[in-house]
Every structure is written in C-alpha cells, then in structure tokens.
C-alpha cells in the first residue's frame, strides 16, 4: 500500500515538472520574439505591410534658396542704330559716340537713374560748362559705376531720378542739343564714380571708357569698377572744375 502510494505521487510530481517546464519555455520564446524588433508587435495599417513599416524615409535636403544676384550684363549704350565710338576726347576722358538723330540711348548695365536734364540751356555766346551737355542722363550701376550720356534730343517717358532701370532699357535718344548743334549728331559718353547732384565736371567724364565701349560692342563683359576706384583716389580732393570750365 505504502509503495502504492510512492508510485502515486511519483506521477503527480513529474506531471507538476513538466507543465512548470512547459511555461518557462513558452516565456523564453515570448522574449526572443520581442528583442526582435519593435515593430513586430505592431498591427500593419491595410494595405501596409510589416516590412513596409520598417522601411526608414530618408529626410530630403534642405532646398536651395535662389540666388537673388545675377551676374552683372553690360551692353553698348545706343542701340537700333549704327554707331561708332571715338577712341579720343578732347580735355576729358570721354568718348563721343556718332549715331544719327534719334536712336535710342539705353542703360549701359542695371541701376537706378541719377539725375536728369530736361531743358537744353546751352548759350554759345557764354559756353558754360554745366549746359554744355544740352539734355542728359545719367545712371548708377548696380556696379556702383555712374555712366553719363547727353546731346540727346528726347528723354524717355518715366525716366527720372530714382528709377530702377535694367541693362538695355531705353533712356533717351541720340541728338544734338547743347554744345554738339554744329557738329554731327552724337552721343556725349561720360563714366565716373558717384557725387552728389551737380558736380557736372565729374559727371562728364572722369576715365577713359573706350576699352569697354569697344568690348560692350562687341558683346564682351569688361567692368569699369576698378579702373574708376583708381581714377577716384588720384583725382583726391574735388574743389572744382579744373580743366575745360
């Protein structure tokens, strides 16, 4: 009876062994699966698959902002006519640009309008210098550049100081107002550096603008901007006109 018993409990304890075994094995399968990977205890979406999910979209770069300068264009100042530029100036550096009555004086580069001459108040009998160059225009490149034409026989409708102009855009045009009335029609073409309002003996013509004249003409980009920072430390202190008054 006593073995009976033994026998007994016996089974009861080995079938105890075994169901503890059985949830220690069901639990170690549980973690394995976890350390797996997070996602997969995740329920796809439809129509999304798990490995879907698991796919990482890489961030798109940052788009470029679009550069807000463009390079600088310089173009031959009379257009729609034929032109010739004098390679010499008398007294000044400047250049007289030959071109009949009536074609069109343009922005030589982008920039803003300087200062306008509206009334031709030339008098030959007294030859002042300030109305020599009848009507005129001027502009200050977005080179920093003044550029100066005059002679001409009409300004354009708009143009005044301030105006924001674009390389090409037309001005005025040619004539033969002021000093140029018994000579043949032409454009007076002056560069120099910035000055306040008035200072025509700048104005005019303060380097000689040939060079970049014939390379404007014939489609070249060449910049003046360093040829007038030179000009401009030589010429020193402006207390005036001093030649050609």
Not at 128 to 149: P, T
Request: with cysteine; net charge positive.
């Amino acid at each position: 009876m006593a073995r009976m018993r033994r026998q007994v409990w016996a089974v009861v304890l080995a079938t105890v062994l075994v169901g503890v075994v059985g949830v220690v094995v069901a639990l170690a399968s549980r973690n394995d699966d976890t350390s797996r990977g997070g996602d997969l205890g995740v329920v796809p979406s439809a129509g999304e698959s798990s490995t879907a999910r698991n796919v990482v979209t890489p961030t798109p770069p940052p788009t470029a902002r679009p550069s807000r300068t463009r390079p600088i264009v310089y173009v031959f100042p009379v257009g729609g006519c034929k032109a010739s530029a004098s390679q010499s100036h008398h007294d000044y550096p400047a250049s007289d640009i030959f071109a009949k009555v009536g074609c069109r004086f343009v922005a030589p580069v982008d920039g803003r309008v300087d200062e306008v001459t509206r009334v031709d108040g030339w008098d030959p009998k007294t030859n002042v210098g300030r109305d020599r160059g009848g009507l005129s225009v001027s502009i200050v490149g977005v080179d920093g550049v003044r550029y100066y034409g005059s002679h001409l026989s009409a300004i354009a409708p708009g143009i005044k100081p301030g105006l924001q102009v674009r390389a090409g855009q037309t001005l005025a045009l040619t004539g033969k107002t002021g000093s140029a009335r018994a000579t043949p029609a032409h454009l007076h073409f002056g560069i120099s550096w910035p000055t306040a309002a008035g200072k025509w003996w700048i104005r005019r013509g303060s380097v000689p603008p040939q060079s970049y004249l014939n390379a404007w003409h014939d489609g070249k980009t060449l910049s003046p901007v360093q040829a007038v920072a030179r000009a401009r430390t030589a010429y020193g202190v402006d207390r005036g006109c001093r030649s050609y008054c």
